[in-house]
């Protein structure tokens, strides 16, 4: 058997060229698992759902509001002389009633602010939870992605081993028929060694790896479909960076928030302002009560309905300084909207970038991995006639399995960075990842 073919074994396409396991998780399985068991997507939910009831709080403050109260009590009454020609005495006796209180709000300018303030919270904390979903794409291709390149690293680095060991054992024979000197064996010895303790780094890496996909599924997945060679190099569509950044600065959900937030605190101006206006209410009441003392016991009603006017003339100044705050951190929401504008712009643009350069470096690892494979066979076959020692061919097999790495983790990061430019875009859903789990097996 030619020994090139032992010491660069077909194993190394094979390690990109899985076969397929039906059974195996793929990435919308760990995602729909992830949606259901991610602590931090279910915080984000739960966070929402309270913010959503802003709305109906905000709008009680516009409807009747009805109050009702009762009260009784036992008395004692000691008294001397004479009251209303009743002469005193010691009176035991019983005192209860109700009453029955209707206040509906005709004109309360805060009320209708603090609506209005309510429903931009609401939608805030919608867009807070589109956010959080994309992020949970993000994580969970990220996460995925990271075992699957911990599961490569941890199969190179033992293919790695075995055809260091070949060129270990072949050294030693060719060292004990004097083809070579001890040095060579040392150095494949060294080699080896040392893609032991690589071997030994790959199997810790993909433990973390495997933990840290744990975090957001709740349990440790280890059976995951990995990227076939049906993988396909688009470019963004559209294929233009300015259209990019004008669809980021009207979807991204960063500073979609951050718009919210600016309406918010203008808002705030205003109802502060607010204040310094009368408030006019409907008030209706009725009042029902049953005493005594010592002219007998007496029942008394009252009812009433009519306006109740209320104007703060004064208060110290705290509305004064409460809206020249307001002002200030409205001031600060506009600044904080440019900022998001420009670091939009800005992730968007390198996004875009890193997907453009991202084709051309997964198809310069693919020449490269070509590239060291055909050099490890010149050497080795160099190494047989006496032309190359063994120390060349462990450099090069070396490279050989480098360049595997290199273009393994390219692909992985090409995908991830399509991500991550429709997540700057503001356009990133579950939807995307259906393209990527076609091209799983």
Not at 145 to 163: I, Q, R, S, V
Not at 353 to 363: E, L, Q
Not at 391 to 407: E, H, I, K
Request: with cysteine; hydrophobic share 40%; net charge negative.
């Amino acid at each position: 058997m030619n020994n090139r073919l032992a010491i660069l074994p077909t194993i190394f396409l094979a390690l990109l060229c899985l076969q397929p396991n039906a059974s195996a998780n793929g990435l919308i399985d760990i995602y729909t698992i992830a949606k259901a068991q991610d602590t931090v997507f279910r915080e984000a939910e739960a966070n929402y759902l309270a913010t959503a009831q802003a709305s109906p709080i905000a709008r009680a403050s516009l409807l009747p509001q009805i109050n009702f109260s009762a009260e009784t009590s036992d008395n004692s009454l000691e008294t001397e002389g004479q009251t209303f020609g009743v002469s005193g005495g010691d009176v035991d006796y019983n005192s209860h009633g109700y009453s029955l209180r209707l206040t509906q709000a005709l004109y309360n300018r805060d009320f209708y602010i603090q609506l209005k303030q309510a429903n931009n919270n609401v939608a805030r904390a919608q867009a807070q939870f589109d956010a959080s979903k994309q992020d949970l794409v993000l994580r969970v291709t990220e996460l995925y992605f990271n075992l699957l390149a911990a599961g490569d690293d941890l199969k190179f680095a033992t293919a790695e081993k075995e055809a260091i060991n070949r060129q270990l054992e072949q050294a030693e024979n060719r060292f004990e028929v004097g083809l070579i000197p001890i040095t060579d064996v040392k150095e494949a010895q060294s080699s080896y060694d040392s893609s032991v303790a690589r071997e030994i780094d790959a199997e810790i890496a993909l433990e973390l790896a495997i933990d840290a996909l744990a975090v957001i599924t709740g349990d440790r997945v280890t059976d995951l479909k990995t990227l076939s060679q049906r993988m396909e190099l688009v470019r963004p569509d559209p294929d233009n960076v300015t259209d990019w950044i004008n669809t980021a600065l009207n979807q991204n959900l960063a500073l979609l928030i951050n718009e919210y937030d600016t309406k918010i605190a203008k808002q705030e101006i205003q109802r502060n302002q607010s204040q310094h206006l009368p408030t006019v209410d409907i008030v209706a009441a009725y009042n029902d009560a049953d005493t005594g003392g010592l002219t007998g016991s007496r029942q008394t009603e009252d009812s009433r309905i009519g306006l109740e006017l209320n104007f703060p003339i004064f208060q110290g100044g705290r509305t004064y300084y409460q809206t020249k705050e307001s002002q200030h951190l409205y001031s600060a929401a506009l600044q904080a909207n440019e900022r998001i504008k420009r670091e939009t712009t800005r992730d968007t643009r390198d996004a875009y970038h890193k997907v453009v350069a991202g084709i051309s470096r997964v198809n310069a690892f693919n020449r490269a991995v070509e590239s060291a494979e055909v050099a490890a066979e010149a050497t080795e076959a160099g190494f047989e006639v006496g032309t190359r020692t063994s120390v060349d061919v462990l450099l090069t097999l070396r490279s050989v399995f480098q360049a595997q790495r290199d273009y393994s983790r390219s692909r992985y990061d090409y995908l991830q960075d399509t991500l991550r430019l429709k997540n700057a875009a503001g356009t990133l859903s579950a939807d995307d990842l259906l393209q990527i789990d076609a091209w799983l097996e």
